[in-house]
C-alpha cells in the first residue's frame, strides 16, 4: 500500500490515534466489568454450590429416613403374624420338627423371596439364640446387648453398622421385640425377636442413586462422626475412621445442617455438606465435592474473559488496519449478518442508510433473510403436521397389536399370543433354572349350558370366568383363552403343589360364584389339569401334552377338580430355586 494513503498506518496519525482512544474505551470498560463479573461470578457459584448441596442432602436424608422407615415397619408388620407366635412357642416346647416350627421357616422364606433388600431372616429367642431362619444365622457379639433386658415393644431395635466376625463383611440388623401374648406392657422381657439383615448393596444403591459430579453419593457417619460408607460405597471397617471434619463444624451441624470448605486430610481443599438424619439411625449425610471441581466453571469464566478480551483487542487493531475507509462498516455489518443466518438466526433486521449499492444490497438482504424466515416457518409447520400424523400412526399400531394378541370376548390373551409366549417362557425357565407351571382349565358341560341358558348367556358366564381366573393369579402370571371354553395360565417361578393350590383356590371360586346353575341345577363347574416344566416334560408341546391328559383325567373323575400330572421322569439336577404362587 502506498505511503500516504488513506488506508495507510503513521505512528501519531489520525488511525493511530483512532486506535489508542477505541482501545482505551474497549479495554477500561471491558477490565472493570470482567473484575466484577468474576467477584460476582465466585459469589453466586458458591451460593449455587452450597444450595445444591444443601438441596440434594436433604433429598438423600428423606429418602435414607423413608428407607430405613420401611425396614422397620416390614420387620413390625412381619412379627406380628400368628405364623411366628405358633413357632416361637414350638421351639419353647422343645419342638423343632413340628409343624409350627417349619411354617416358621417357611414363613421366613417366602417374606425373604419377596423382598431383595434383605440378605436374610431369622427368628431368635429372648437371649438372642437364633430359632429358625432363611440360612444359618448368628446373632453377633457386639448385637447380643441390643436384646439384654427389658425392651420397648412399640419400636424396632437398630444395631449399629459394624463388621461381622459371622460373616467377615459388614453387616446390619433390625431387630422387632416380640412382646408375650396377651401381653399389654408397652416394654418388659420380650418373648423373641424378628429380626432382618440388611443387603447393603440395596443400602448402597438407595445412597447412589440420581448422583451427579456436583451432587455426588453421599458419605454416611454414624453419631460419633465416623465413617460407615465413603461416597455411597459401605468400607471393610464401618465405625473405625472419623471423617476429617473440624471440631467447630461439627459442632456448627448440631442437628441441622451445615455446608462448608475446608482443606480435609486426605481430601485436599473440599466444599461439602452436612446434614443430620432424623430417622431412627442416628448419624449423618456428609456429600463432598473437590473444590477444583466444585468451582471448574468459574475457572473457565475466567479464561473464558482473559482470551475474550485479548481476541477483542486483537480484532480491534485489525479492524482499524483493514476498515480505514468508512465503506467497511456496512460491509461488516452484511457479514455479520450472514453469519447469523448461516448459524440459524433468522430474526435479523440491518438498518439501510443512504442510496448506494450498499443499502440497495443491504435491502436485498433484508428481504432475503424475511423469505427464508418465512419458509422456515412454513418447514416448521409441515414437520408439525407430520409429527402429529406419525403420532397417530404409532397410537394406531398400538391398538392394532393389543387387539391382535386379545381376545375379544374375555379379554384375556389369545391362542396365538399364548403359542409365544409359552416358547418363550419354556426358555427363560431352562437359561435361568426356575420351574414354570401351566393350568389348563375347561368349563364342565359348557355346551349344556349353552343349550339351556342360550348363547349371550353362555359368552357372559364364559367372560366372568375368564374374569376370576384374571382375578385370582399373580401380576406376573398370565392368563389366556386357549379356545372354545378352554383357558390357559402360566404361573413362572411355580412348582408344582403351589399351582395345584392356585388351581383349587381358582376352582372354588367359579363354583362360588357362579349366578345361573349349570347342568342338572348344580353350579357352573370347572375342571383343571396342572403340568410343570421341567418334572413333567422339557419342551413346550409335551408339557401341553401332559396338561391336557391331566384334564382328561379330571374329566374322567367326575369333573369339578384339580389333577396334577405325575412326574414324566426323576429330576436328575437339583431343584430350581422358586419364587411363591398367587
Known sequence: MAEGSPTSFRIGGVQSK??????????????????????????????????????????????????????????????????????LDAFAKDAPES???????????????????????????????????????????????????DVAFDGVILSPLRKSDFLGRPTLLVLRPIPPPGSSERRGRALGYFVERVDLRELESMLAEDATDLAPAPWLLDGEGHVLARAGKIVEDPGVRPFPITA??????????????????????????LRSLAGGFSGRLVSAVPSAHAYQTLQESRRGLILAG???????????????????????????????VAAGDLEIYLPVRGTDEIAELTRAFNDMAQRIREGRESLERARDDLTQANAGLRDANRTLETLAITDGLTSLFNRRHFQETFD???????????????????????????????????DAALRRVAALVNKGIRSSDMAFRYGGEELAVLLPACPKAQAGEVAE???????????????????????????TFPEDARA??????????????????????????????????????????G
Not at 429 to 447: M, N, P, T, W, Y
Not at 542 to 556: F, H, Q, S, V
Request: proline letters at 4%.
Open 18 to 87: 483512532l486506535l489508542v482512544v477505541v482501545l482505551l474505551c474497549v479495554t477500561a470498560p471491558v477490565v472493570t466489568l470482567g473484575l466484577f463479573l468474576m467477584r460476582r461470578n465466585q459469589e453466586v457459584l458458591r451460593e449455587k454450590v452450597a444450595e445444591g448441596l444443601s438441596s440434594h442432602l436433604q433429598r438423600k436424608q428423606a429418602a435414607f429416613d423413608d428407607w430405613m422407615r420401611d425396614r422397620a415397619q416390614e420387620a413390625t408388620r412381619w412379627s406380628a403374624s400368628f405364623v411366628v407366635y405358633e413357632g
Open 505 to 531: 383356590k381358582l376352582r372354588n371360586a367359579i363354583r362360588t360364584h357362579s349366578p345361573r346353575s349349570g347342568r342338572f341345577g348344580s353350579p357352573l363347574t370347572v375342571s383343571i389339569g396342572v403340568a
Open 310 to 340: 485479548a481476541a477483542a483487542a486483537f480484532m480491534i487493531v485489525i479492524l482499524n488496519f483493514v476498515g480505514a475507509r468508512q465503506i467497511i462498516r456496512p460491509i461488516l455489518l452484511l457479514s455479520e449478518g450472514a453469519k447469523r
Open 99 to 149: 409343624r409350627a416350627a417349619r411354617d416358621l421357616k417357611a414363613y421366613l422364606a417366602s417374606l425373604l423371596g419377596h423382598y431383595r433388600v434383605y440378605e436374610s431372616l431369622f427368628v431368635t429367642d429372648g437371649g438372642g439364640r437364633v430359632l429358625s431362619g432363611t440360612r444359618d444365622e448368628q446373632l453377633e457379639e457386639w448385637a447380643r446387648p441390643l436384646v439384654q433386658g
Open 540 to 581: 413346550a408341546g409335551p408339557l401341553m401334552e401332559r396338561a391336557d391328559a391331566a384334564l382328561y383325567a379330571a374329566k374322567a373323575q367326575g369333573r369339578d377338580r384339580v389333577v396334577s400330572t405325575p412326574p414324566s421322569e426323576p429330576s436328575a439336577s437339583p431343584q430350581p430355586e422358586t419364587g411363591a404362587a
Open 248 to 273: 467447630a463444624t461439627a459442632s456448627a451441624a448440631g442437628a441441622g445442617s451445615v455446608v462448608a470448605e475446608e482443606n480435609l486430610a486426605g481430601l485436599g481443599s473440599t466444599v461439602y455438606g
Open 424 to 458: 418363550t417362557e419354556i426358555r427363560r425357565a431352562e437359561h435361568q433354572g426356575r420351574l414354570l407351571s401351566v393350568l389348563l382349565i375347561d368349563i364342565d358341560h359348557f355346551k349344556q349350558y349353552n343349550d339351556r341358558h342360550g348363547h349371550p348367556e353362555g
